[in-house]
């Protein structure tokens, strides 16, 4: 399971997607779609989605993926499951609504050191007992922060 916080950003214009968003629309690689040279592009090289779309569409002579067309069985039911889920998740990583959980953990231990520096200014003026109180309150964030990352 992607463990991704959300976050507002615009999605890219469907008129004009770059070659990486355009083949992952078609569910292939950048090279792959380089190689189609038949593929519709607009004139600055950007890819229109109805039209790279319907091309592919055409281009593939079914209209709807094998995988996912007639037949059913628990497994295949389960795969139809999982690939909407792949194919939701790679939409909100596209439109930027995902943070990988990486980039989320270093910002929290950015946050987390200056918060720390912090406490090194109310030990001082305070004392010892100030600085423990807030490492004591840092050391249950970041427990909680563990718990939600698992």
Known sequence: MN???SIDRKPEPLGSLP???AA???STSARTLRKWTD???NPDGSYDARALIEW????SGTGVDAKLSGGTSPALERFREERAK??????LEREGQLLPRDRVHDGLARIATIIRMAGDALQRQFGPDALEL???ALDDAQREITALAE
């Open 134 to 136: 807030l490492n004591d």
């Open 19 to 21: 070659q990486t968003v």
């Open 86 to 91: 792949l194919a939701r998740l790679d939409r």
């Open 56 to 59: 592919f569409v055409a281009r």
């Open 39 to 41: 593929a519709p592009r």
């Open 3 to 5: 463990k991704a916080l």
């Open 24 to 26: 992952r629309l078609l």
